[in-house]
């Protein structure tokens, strides 16, 4: 069973620091936008799927904390 839980420790973690990473360059562009005076519509939606896609990164990220406790806890079982 510890073998399931590093592989989705591993993968939920992989998955949400990029999905982190990807959603802050996103909010962040979407800031260039508005100070380079784009349409408010633009910089609005950026804005908004950057932030869906950062808040699915921690999603993804609490998930491998999850996993990475149940690790802990079946080492310490053993």
């Known amino acids: 069973m510890e073998k399931n839980y ?7 973690g992989a998955i ?7 959603g802050l360059s996103v909010t962040l562009d979407a800031l260039a936008c508005r100070l380079n005076d784009a349409s408010w519509w633009v910089w ?16 993804f990220f609490g998930d ?15």
């Open 6 to 12: 590093r592989n989705l420790w591993f993968r939920s």
């Open 64 to 78: 491998a904390i999850r996993y990475r406790v149940h690790m802990d806890h079946e080492a310490r079982k053993s």
């Open 16 to 22: 949400g620091c990029s999905l982190l990473g990807a």
């Open 44 to 59: 609005v939606m950026e804005g908004m799927v950057g932030l869906v896609v950062f808040m699915s990164g921690l999603a």
